[in-house]
């Protein structure tokens, strides 16, 4: 079985993706981790994440990379959000997506665009969003949680201007699937959100 879960950032697709792994018993990939390893390859290289050349030669990061916490960061956030317009880039970072999804047994992948590109065949698509305020009130909890400084406000301005990027980029743009089951997590607390993605799921197979 194949899962694909896709939506904006904070709207709680990692958890629920993470989740439904375990539930399903599948292996999962953070395919955002990926974007992530480009975006801070090619600061490390001085490179410039708007410019092709400089993110195409990012795509050749080291494995290694990828457990790196540095990836977590909200402006390696906006790194990737920046590499990932570019197409190049996405058809660099396919193949090994597809692969994954297709490993025999099946698997769950999140990101922006599992259920249109990377598997649009997936028996289960799920569109997890939430507003604004309640993607940077989440935000805004885990980050001051870990000490780190920063305004809700910063959070929501920051979100606006990814949300935009991914939305408007004319690759792979940030849209559900026409088949996707949309999910709004907006009033819902974690173990509810988990709850209504596995029934969704499971209605999605059974039908
Ligand atoms: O899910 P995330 O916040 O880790 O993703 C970081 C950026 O990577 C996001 O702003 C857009 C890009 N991305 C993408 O374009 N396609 C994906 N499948 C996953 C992430």
Do not use: W
């Not at 906006?78 to 570019?86: D, E, F, K, Q, Y």
């Amino acid at each position: 079985m194949i899962i694909a879960v896709d939506g904006p950032t904070a709207s709680g697709k990692g958890t629920i993706a993470k989740a439904l792994a375990g539930h399903f018993n599948l292996p999962h990939l953070d395919t955002g981790l990926l974007y992530r390893a480009v975006g801070y390859q090619c600061a490390r290289n001085g490179g410039e994440p708007n410019s092709l050349a400089d993110a195409l030669a990012a795509c050749a990061f080291d494995d290694s990379l990828l457990d790196d916490p540095a990836l977590r960061t909200e402006e390696v956030g906006g790194l990737a959000s920046r590499v990932s317009v570019h197409n190049a880039v996405r058809k660099a970072l396919f193949e090994r997506q597809r692969a994954f999804a297709m490993q025999d047994g099946g698997a769950v992948l999140d990101g922006r665009d599992i259920g249109t590109v990377i598997a649009p065949e997936a028996d289960a698509k799920l569109f997890i969003t939430a507003s604004v305020e309640a993607r940077a009130r989440r935000r805004f909890l885990e980050m001051r949680g870990r000490g780190v400084q920063v305004t809700l406000l910063e959070i929501q301005d920051d979100l606006r201007r990814r949300d935009e990027r991914d939305r408007n980029r004319d690759v792979a743009p940030l849209v559900p699937a026409e088949d996707a089951m949309v999910i709004d997590t907006s009033a819902l607390d974690k173990d509810e959100a988990i709850a209504a993605a596995i029934a969704a799921v499971e209605e999605a197979v059974s039908s």
